[in-house]
């Protein structure tokens, strides 16, 4: 058993540091096979898998990669100033010293740019183009040809990061497209790949429970919806390569290798085996069949990485598919069970379609046999009884048995509803997934989250009712609100009427809290969450479907007599409305109130919004430099946000300004700053909210701060609609000296608040004349850190064969470097050789380090570069031309 990938000599110069160049490494012919392939948004989201990648890896052999879309630039920086594409390379370094103890050897940056924090995978689509970022990731799969794909969460579930949402559905896209030679076509006829089909795709994680120790890769997870397929790895095991430590320890020395993002100071991993749990991974899809008893470590690469442990000759497929993903009961559909063979026939086979007890199935599943790289398909007709419950979702195993006593299973998901489904108006960024999933034929990924919706505590709003007649005949009948305590409708029930099959259609209600004493945010049970469900009538029998509605607290922000002294202090009539409570934890470490709390109150004249907050507090955390005035979230700070007209999709319509209360700054008073971060136009505050104040007190001895803002009207991206501007006030808190915070409080709270406008609290400004709607474009970072500026990329591009950033590759002989030659101690003529004309870049490298570097345009022909290198023994070499790369190294002479 290989205990790393095959280019094992070459993975600790992929990490910065981690050890000397070989002399000699030229570039294969072939791009580099991998066996799997995590697909992540940004450096250190792979982290909770490197004890399953480093057991796969030491234990079986199984090389393995990651796709990291961007670098991280966006991220805060615990350890530097540096930020944009300087963080970039920074956290690269981080990322390929911490994959290296899982034994994983290949990182592939994309370049594309890590803008903010937000939770909009429709607004990271549009950062990212998606084309050609999907371009790029199904290039990187045909060069690498891996059987597994594991990636994150695609569904916009709440706090989910969209960067992490669109990672994940890209990976998505990937899968279903790499094989087919349609997709990308261009890749195939001018790049020399060939259409690959991956065997299986895995969600790092799972929704539900599990239970810790030694026996839950046996044992289990209890997943919150029964039909999705939860495999474990127990990251106890001992790993041989360290010592014999758990992998869980291996796994958390890695992430304290992602120090930018404040990781080095997570706890070390426990040591008690009852207390060490499994790394859980959900199937998204699988065309590998796995063996009917596959458990265990290798569970997840059973039929596609490793052979099947039924028997089936390994590259076989073994394909579910239903003619429909909604089925109504009582009514037949198809199901058609493809099988392929690889590289040896498929004997003589049967399939057995297993469906739920009650359920129909008809067909005789006879396969015969498959020829090499033929596919067969038996199809048949299932009917869900006609008393299946609605709603819910059942899962269909297919079972193929052949002559010679081999097996395999694969499966797939339907959802049963009724004739008539009537369902509540989806949010935009949920809507927009299911279209999505729609769109790609991926319906079973529509998210299995509660649907919500907003309601401003004691007022009122429209809520749609959706509703699609999944039946054969036209149908009418009538929808019911069933509505908690504390909530009435206009109407007890809405009738619907002619509705045709296959149709749409909606009915709507004005809804109103009745009782606005009823807890706001996250303070009210089932984490703020006030069930609803939805009775919708047909010929067919009555569905039922649950939803939610979610409280935000309300103000009425009165007008100011005269304009408040930014000062810290409030002054006497300077804020005559109600006061806001901060002290509600909406993520982080639970807190009393001497420990972090706070209120705030608000005031406005016709040009500015002001806001004074108190907080109170017991340690003081890491004071930062006034240069390093970004990023709040990092240490003590307070964060305003604001919704001009209440509606925004995503923050980068809205306002986010950080003050930190004081920095170290002894000369002028320690005063504090202000920036704006993951909004409309982030940056300094001097320059993207001109005219905006900041003052603050700071009591002594220290117990706490307060901070006062003046935010003039016309620094908002949008006019203010005076009935309902969206508002949010928040508190983070830092115990430590780290640059981390450990508990987050606020206003309006729920997980992920800060990147949700619509779940900021509402604030009605009585008598506020705004301006005509002025709404400004957002004005994002539009830098990322580059491949071809990266020496390890370089590096490893030059070693495993897969050109620089997902881009195309240049033909071998875009550019040779024919020699490099000492002209002193220090420097080096290296001679290059190109065939078109491009930009080189060029670096000396110690094995740990740049030691110079030289960039500049090259024109066909032979060109000499003279080239700063110290005591470096290797030059590496990056050109571009045309959209496409190229990546060269070659040993100093003499």
């Known amino acids: 058993m290989r205990k790393y990938p095959a280019i094992a000599a070459a993975v600790a110069v992929f990490a910065f540091g981690l050890g000397p160049v070989a002399d000699a490494m030229p570039r294969p012919a072939d791009p580099v096979e991998l066996d799997v392939l995590f697909i992540g948004a940004h450096p250190d989201d792979e982290a909770s898998t490197l004890s399953t990648l480093g057991q796969w890896s030491e234990q079986h052999g199984v090389k393995a990669g990651v796709i990291t879309t961007t670098r991280g630039e966006g991220g805060g920086n615990a350890v530097g100033f540096e930020e944009g594409p300087p963080l970039g390379l920074i956290r690269e370094g981080e990322e390929r010293r911490a994959v290296g103890k899982a034994g994983v050897g290949h990182v592939y940056n994309l370049d594309k740019l890590d803008f903010f924090y937000t939770v909009s995978a429709p607004l990271t689509e549009q950062v990212w183009d998606h084309e050609d970022t999907l371009s790029r990731i199904v290039r990187v799969v045909r060069a690498t040809k891996p059987k597994v794909i594991v990636t994150m969460d695609p569904s916009p579930t709440p706090g989910n990061h969209g960067n992490h949402q669109q990672a994940a559905r890209l990976a998505v896209e990937a899968y279903l497209k790499a094989g087919d030679p349609k997709a990308f076509p261009e890749q195939i006829s001018r790049e020399d790949l060939n259409p690959w089909r991956v065997g299986r795709i895995f969600q790092a994680g799972a929704r539900g429970t599990a239970d810790p120790g030694p026996e839950c890769e046996a044992t289990g997870y209890r997943p919150a919806e029964p039909t999705d397929r939860v495999l ?37 991993a426990p040591t008690d085996p009852a207390k060490i749990g499994c790394d859980w991974f959900t199937e998204i899809d699988s065309r590998a069949p796995y063996g009917p008893d596959a458990a265990g470590v290798t569970a997840a690469l059973d039929g596609a990485v490793l052979p099947g442990s039924g028997g089936l000759p390994a590259g076989t497929e073994l394909v579910v598919e239903a003619d429909r993903f909604d089925v109504v009961p009582g009514a037949p559909f198809e199901v058609t069970v493809r099988a392929k063979a690889a590289g040896s026939a498929i004997p003589q086979g049967r399939v057995r379609l297993d469906a739920p007890e009650g359920w129909q199935v008809t067909g005789s599943g006879e396969l015969g046999a498959v020829p090499p790289g033929s596919e067969k398909a038996v199809r048949f007709t299932v009917t869900p009884p006609a008393d299946a419950a609605p709603s819910t ?172 002294a930014v000062d810290g202090v409030e002054g006497d009539g300077e804020y005559t409305g109600p006061e806001l409570d901060l002290s509600s934890l909406w993520e982080g470490t639970p807190a009393p109130a001497e420990d972090i709390s706070g209120t705030a109150k608000v005031t406005f004249t016709d040009d500015a919004l002001y806001v004074l907050v108190h907080v109170t507090d017991d340690v003081l955390g890491t004071v930062i430099e006034p240069n390093d005035c970004k990023r709040h979230r990092r240490t003590d700070s307070v964060e305003i946000t604001i919704d001009p007209a209440g509606k925004s999709e995503n923050t980068a319509t809205a306002f986010k300004s950080g003050i930190f209360p004081i920095t170290a700054d002894p000369e002028h008073g320690n005063p504090p700053c202000f920036e704006r971060d993951a909004d409309n136009h982030q940056g300094p505050g001097q320059e993207t909210a001109p005219g905006m104040q900041v003052a603050s007190k700071v009591t002594e001895p220290y117990g706490g701060y307060s901070v006062e803002a003046k935010i003039p009207f016309s620094v908002l991206p949008d006019a203010v609609d005076p009935a309902r501007m969206g508002l949010n006030v928040l508190i983070y808190d830092s115990d430590t000296q780290d640059k981390t915070t450990q508990t987050r409080v606020g206003w309006s709270t729920w997980k992920g608040v800060r990147g949700d406008p619509y779940r900021w609290g509402l604030a009605e400004l009585p008598g506020y004349q705004p301006p005509a709607a002025r709404p400004k474009e957002p004005v994002l970072p539009d830098t990322a850190a580059r491949s071809v500026d990266s020496p390890p990329s370089i590096l490893q591009s030059s070693v495993d064969g897969v050109p620089l950033s997902g881009a195309p590759g240049l033909a071998a002989d875009a550019v040779q470097i024919r020699s490099v030659r000492r002209v002193d101690a220090t420097t080096v003529d290296v001679e290059l050789a190109a065939n078109v004309a491009g930009v080189v870049r060029l670096f000396g490298w110690d094995g740990e380090q740049a030691t110079g570097q030289v960039s500049r345009e090259l024109p066909k022909g032979a060109t000499t570069v003279r080239l ?26 003499g």
Request: charged content about 20%; proline content about 9%; hydrophobic content about 35%.
């Open 232 to 268: 474990g790895v127990w990251a106890g095991h001992p790993s041989a390569a360290n010592g014999g430590k758990p992998w869980s320890t291996v796994e958390r020395e890695a992430e304290w290798e992602y120090r930018t993002q404040g990781w080095a100071s997570n706890p070390p």
């Open 393 to 564: 979702r059942s899962r269909l195993a297919a079972r193929l048995d052949t002559a010679d006593h081999a097996s395999g299973v694969s499966s797939h998901v339907v959802r049963v509803v009724p004739a008539v489904r009537g369902t509540i108006e989806p949010l935009a960024q949920v809507g927009q997934f299911r279209d999505w999933a729609g769109s790609i034929g991926a319906p079973q990924l529509d998210s299995l989250n509660k649907p919500v919706l907003t309601l401003g505590s004691g007022q009122s709003r429209s809520v749609r009712v959706d509703l699609v007649n999944r039946g054969e005949n036209p149908e009418s009948g009538s929808v019911r609100l069933n509505l908690p305590d504390g909530f009435r409708a206009d109407a007890a029930a809405k009738e619907y009427s002619a509705l045709a099959p296959g149709a749409t259609g909606s009915v709507t209600f004005e809804v109103t809290n009745t009782d606005p004493g009823l807890p706001t945010s996250n303070r009210a049970p089932n984490d703020g969450d006030y069930p609803i469900t939805i009775d919708t009538t047909s010929t067919r029998g009555t569905g039922t479907e649950a939803a939610a509605l979610e409280l935000v607290p309300v103000t009425t922000i009165p007008k100011a007599q005269s304009a408040p």
């Open 868 to 893: 700063p290198v110290g005591s470096a023994d290797r030059v590496l070499l990056s050109y571009e031309s045309g959209g496409a790369t190229l990546a060269r190294t070659a040993p100093v002479e």
